[in-house]
């Protein structure tokens, strides 16, 4: 799949999570663990069509624990969470096409460098050029939150 391709499958099944393209990529290059592994020139997902792949959002269409419950009020905490999390999930979806290009990241705060595991700092010989270009793009903010961070550490 390429980088396109991915960014827009992150957002729209994990939408509480990738708010933006930036968000998908730092996930993708700088978060070690992520399930993604290079194939091919790709990072690629291993459990396509596994229940591991299962997005976030079937975590309210599956019964939930709270919704078996006699309790008015654990009843109620359910639905308003449940509303709560479709309406997010609904405003998210429904800007997909801005966000799949929004470089926007929230924070100043990456996950921890980790240069030995990274994929960032692992790209492999055979890297098709989109994903290498999404690995430029990602340096470009990441790197510099970084080096920030070294600074005031020290």
Not at 5 to 23: C, K
Not at 53 to 74: C, K, M
Not at 123 to 133: C, H, M, N, R
């Amino acid at each position: 799949m390429n980088v396109n391709d991915t960014v827009r499958w992150s957002i729209w099944h994990f939408p509480n999570l990738y708010h933006s393209r930036a968000t998908v990529l730092h996930d993708l290059f700088y978060v070690i663990g992520n399930g993604y592994e290079w194939q091919d020139g790709e990072l690629v997902y291993p459990f396509a069509g596994t229940r591991r792949d299962e997005d976030a959002y079937s975590t309210f269409r599956h019964e939930s624990s709270l919704r078996g419950h006699n309790d008015p009020i654990l009843s109620e905490v359910y639905e308003r969470s449940r509303r709560q999390w479709n309406t997010e999930v609904d405003e998210v979806r429904s800007r997909i096409d801005e966000l799949v290009n929004d470089m926007t990241f929230p924070s100043e705060r990456p996950y921890p460098q980790c240069k030995e595991y990274a994929k960032a700092y692992n790209l492999p010989d055979d890297i098709k050029p989109d994903w290498a270009e999404a690995a430029a793009e990602i340096a470009a903010i990441i790197e510099p939150l970084y080096a920030a961070q070294q600074n005031r550490e020290g």
